[in-house]
């Protein structure tokens, strides 16, 4: 949806990777850009909420502290806000300029976390974020599914190790993160074209080539 048409190849894409916690998009972001720096295509990978410098003072206000720091609303507000900056600061020049861009998380994230997980209703935040992006998405979004009590696990296991004192959303309960999957699982029924659903209970290079073939359908990159 960024630009142009399928298909061509000097054009710069727009791809976002979704999943719940611990579902290893960011290993995944970070493979796609070696093997598309061996393809001579230059990236920026970032990451959401943040991206920019005013968008990461937000990411610190939404992902420390309690679980229930903030209202759901206020929650979707500020990423919303994070968004908007990170959109017309970094990701629209990049493309512009001719950089692909790859993103860890982006509205689908809202969709899945603020609308279903936290309640305020899916076509609600789809509305948001209607209104902060216009027409502007991505081109691709790949969605890492993973049965959430592995992936809980795992994320918390990382934070163990890097306490970067960001798991409000680990610490969410059950309920919350099977939300999460079911509202993913929609949004790539809705649009099958865009979202991809990649099984990630598998080795990181097995994901790796999932990934790259829906990326190869995309740009025609062999
Ligand atoms: P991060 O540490 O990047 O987690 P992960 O490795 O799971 O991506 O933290 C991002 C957290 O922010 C994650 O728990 C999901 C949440 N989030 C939302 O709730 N809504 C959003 O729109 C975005 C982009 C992220």
Redesign the pocket.
Known sequence: MASAQKGEQNRAFFITFEGG??SG??TQLRLLADRLSTHGIETLST???GGSPQSEQIRDL??QGDNDRWTPMTEALL?AASRAEHVSRKIIPSLASGRWVLC????D??IA??GAARGLGTKRIAKLQRLVLGDFGPDLTLILDLPPKLGLAR?LEREAVLK?G?DR??RAGKQFHKDIRRAYHKITEAEPDRCKLIHADATIDDIHEAVWAHVSQLTGLT
């Open positions: 916690e611990g998009k960011s990451r959401e909420p939404v992902l990423i860890d998380r982006f509205a994230s809202s976390y603020q994320a970067t960001e959303f680990e």
